[in-house]
């Protein structure tokens, strides 16, 4: 698919990234009726309400157990199955492994640190990602003041980010190196932004280091969203102009969605956290289209070139274009300062 984008929104310094993704990407898909809709929203509350109690009263050695089967349980309330592909050739169990199944398909043995890196669709990420096995994040600093997600982000111990401050990057390399170190598992978003799940953003590096600087093993993800029929999806894209209250009640009416996580070779760390990015990016994405950074389809969007790239069309497909008009020279200066962070990042 190739798609018109909407302009890039200015940032707040040239190493942030951001996504021309918008309310264009989002599709509709077959929908629940209203009393369905209630009955989800009475289900997910009951599950935040019991949680944070259960939680405390479980006995340390049960409480993954638990955690994963509460993640699988507000997953279905939001409407979505589980799907786990585990490529992994090292692992006893392979294959597609649904969620009524008794094989447990995981990111790494309890006390064992693990990065998980995955591309960025919108907040049911992160629910679909502990389904699978429980897990710390990196994510945005504001998402503990959202409602519902806010109070999980909280328990799950949450690794803050703001991407507006780029001097507290090596502070939050930090704190994702001290939790490996201590045998978590961390997930984070190398893109730095939501994407709406066909198209996709470059994995910055700069994450990475924690990895490398504690010798950490690296598990690619590839995390995408389905519908009943089989066919991608872009519902739980967080996008745009979208508020939390929109994407959840685009989530809460959609009916049938799959969320599928494709467990890809293990990366281990090396000592270039640019070729661990690299490896990441080509494990998750494939290395048989071409890909656009978000640097890429910022200058190409503001040279009147709209195209995104789709991991369902061919890198040869006809382009989409806008009337060609000249850049301003502020935006060449712009994106040179861009160029120049992302190689240093």
């Known amino acids: 698919m190739v798609f018109d984008a909407p302009p890039a929104k200015a940032s707040a ?15 509709s898909i077959d929908e629940v009726g209203t009393g369905r809709v209630l009955g989800r929203l009475l289900g997910v509350a009951g599950l935040l309400i019991s949680f944070p109690m259960v939680n405390l009263v479980t006995p340390q050695s ?21 799907r786990i592909v585990d490529r992994r050739i090292d692992q006893n169990t392979r294959g597609a492994v649904g969620e009524g199944s008794t094989a447990r398909s995981v990111y790494g043995e309890p006390g064992n640190g693990v990065m998980v890196v995955v591309g960025h669709i919108g907040w049911t990420d992160i629910v679909a990602l502990a389904a699978v096995q429980p897990l710390g994040f990196v994510a945005r600093a504001d998402m503990v003041d959202w409602p519902v997600l806010g109070k999980l982000a909280t328990l799950m111990r949450v ?13 939050v390399v930090a704190q994702i190196g001290a939790r490996l170190t201590a045998g978590d598992r961390i997930a984070v978003f190398p893109e730095g932004t939501t994407w709406c799940g066909r198209a996709y ?9 924690a990895a490398i600087d504690t010798e950490t093993p690296v598990q690619p ?24 209250g929109s994407s959840a009640r685009r989530v809460l009416r959609s009916r049938g969605m799959v969320a599928e996580i494709v467990l890809e070779e293990v990366q281990q760390p090396g000592s270039d956290r640019r070729d661990l990015a690299r490896r990441c990016e080509a494990a998750v994405r494939g290395t048989e289209l071409s890909r656009h950074g978000v640097r890429d ?9 709209t195209r995104v790239q789709d991991p369902t069309v061919a890198s040869d497909a006809p382009e989409v274009r806008r009337p060609s008009r000249r850049l301003r020279p502020v ?4 994106s040179r300062k861009v160029e120049s962070a992302d190689s240093s990042a």
């Open 297 to 305: 389809a910022t200058v190409w969007i503001e040279a009147g070139k």
């Open 201 to 209: 953003g470059s994995m910055r590096p700069a994450l990475f280091q």
């Open 159 to 171: 690794i803050p980010i703001e991407r507006e401050k780029l001097r507290a990057l090596p502070g």
């Open 62 to 82: 049960k409480r993954e157990s638990v955690q994963r089967g509460y993640a699988r349980t507000l997953l279905s309330c939001l409407g979505m199955e589980l």
């Open 331 to 334: 935006l060449r200066g712009r």
């Open 13 to 27: 310094h040239a190493w942030m990234p951001s996504s021309p993704c918008g309310a264009g990407c989002i599709e």
């Open 221 to 244: 993800v590839r995390l995408r969203y389905l519908d009943r029929h089989g066919a991608q999806c872009t519902v739980p894209g967080f996008v745009g102009a979208d508020s939390f």
